[in-house]
């Protein structure tokens, strides 16, 4: 382990992409918190595959926007982990799952033309915004 990174967030295990996306403590509690926003129950899984495909499951024009969720997670993720390691920023879990809020809201209003909603009813009334599409 001479050459091995410790995970940004935790600092507990080698860092590995299933570490950084799925299994580490603190990115598991923002998976918690996007299921229990969209109103999911569901495992986190560590095949970066599966997990994608968990959020494909909704009706076809629901698809696009919960493969934005997930990329918008992922992107965030990866740019609160630079934001710690280059800029000294504190692991913030909150933080990330707000940006990400964020990213997606401002993905899928810009994207699809029927998705005309505030951020706020995006952030607290998520089933009306995709039942609006």
């Known amino acids: 382990m001479a050459n091995s ?3 940004s967030f935790c600092g507990l295990k080698e860092e590995s992409t299933s570490d950084l996306f799925f299994d580490c403590r603190i990115v598991w509690l923002v998976w918690v918190q996007c299921f229990s926003w969209l109103g999911v129950s569901s495992v986190v ?12 499951k909704a009706r076809k024009s629901i698809n696009s926007v919960m493969g934005s969720v997930w990329i918008s ?9 630079n934001k710690v390691i280059f800029k000294g920023g504190v692991v913030d879990h909150y ?5 990400d809020q964020l990213k997606a809201w401002f993905w899928v209003t810009s994207k699809i033309l029927s998705a005309c909603f505030f951020f706020s009813d995006w952030c607290l009334t998520l089933l009306s915004c995709l039942n609006s599409i």
């Open 45 to 56: 899984l560590i095949d970066p595959f599966t997990h994608f495909m968990q959020f494909c």
């Open 73 to 81: 997670v992922v992107s965030e993720i990866w740019c609160h982990r």
């Open 5 to 7: 990174i410790v995970c």
């Open 95 to 99: 933080e990330i799952f707000t940006l």
